[in-house]
């Protein structure tokens, strides 16, 4: 399979950029393409092999590890990659903090049966803002003020669909410690869910030796 260009549906994404400043994330319902969509299952389909499972505080998930896949897969990613830091730098450049936004690697996360993501923020070192796009299975997901809170927004996120989420530094209003958290139900039919999350990380600074 070739690369190929990935396309979003037309919306304001201005504004859904501005609730994310504002209120922490912005449900965006048929996001991609229906091009755009099969391309990614299909490029997810060769990845196969290299989806392996693993672990963290909220969950157990399968995930794509890069550092062993191949190497055309990567750049063929990077059409998404591209894709997505041109559409949020030009329909959100009334913020300054994101003209600098761009994604550095992609995760493809896989969740079967009874798998939950339990509320959480993403580490502090994802900067500006996250986009989450789902390309199989159907699971609700989740806002919440508190860790141990009830859900503020709950969106059934299908194939196709995005949530963007506020990530650290793009609201300076907003520290680290006061973001949303976010959580993810179990898939809703027999079908995995898949999605994959585009992120900018920044390797937080070494600590200084002193002499």
Do not use: C
């Not at 070739?2 to 504002?22: C, G, S």
């Not at 229906?34 to 299909?42: F, G, K, R, S």
């Not at 909220?58 to 591209?82: H, Q």
């Not at 959480?120 to 299975?137: F, K, L, M």
Request: proline share 7%.
């Amino acid at each position: 399979m070739r690369e190929k260009e990935i396309t979003f549906e037309e919306k304001d994404y201005a504004a859904h950029i501005r609730e994310v400043y504002e209120t922490g994330a912005s449900y965006v319902p048929d996001f991609l393409t229906p091009q755009a969509l099969v391309y990614l299952q299909n490029l997810v389909g060769e990845l196969e092999p290299f989806i392996v499972q693993a672990r963290n505080n909220t969950s157990t998930f399968y995930v794509a590890d890069w550092d062993i896949a191949d190497v055309s897969l990567k750049f063929r990613m990077g059409s998404a990659t591209t894709a997505l830091t041109d559409l949020i730098k030009a329909e959100g450049r009334e913020f300054k903090s994101l003209s600098d936004w761009y994604v550095t690697d992609p995760f493809v996360l896989r969740y079967y049966d009874d798998t939950l993501v339990m509320p959480h923020r993403d580490h502090e070192e994802y900067q500006q803002i996250g986009v989450t796009v789902s390309i199989a299975g159907l699971a609700d997901f989740h806002t919440h003020n508190e860790e141990d809170g009830k859900p503020v927004n709950t969106w059934r996120v299908k194939p196709g669909d995005a949530v963007f989420l506020r990530m650290s530094g793009f609201n300076p209003n907003v520290p680290y410690d006061r973001e949303i958290f976010h959580s993810v139900g179990a898939p809703l039919t027999s079908e995995p869910r898949t999605s994959i999350a585009f992120r900018k990380y920044i390797e937080p600074p070494k600590p200084t030796q002193k002499k």
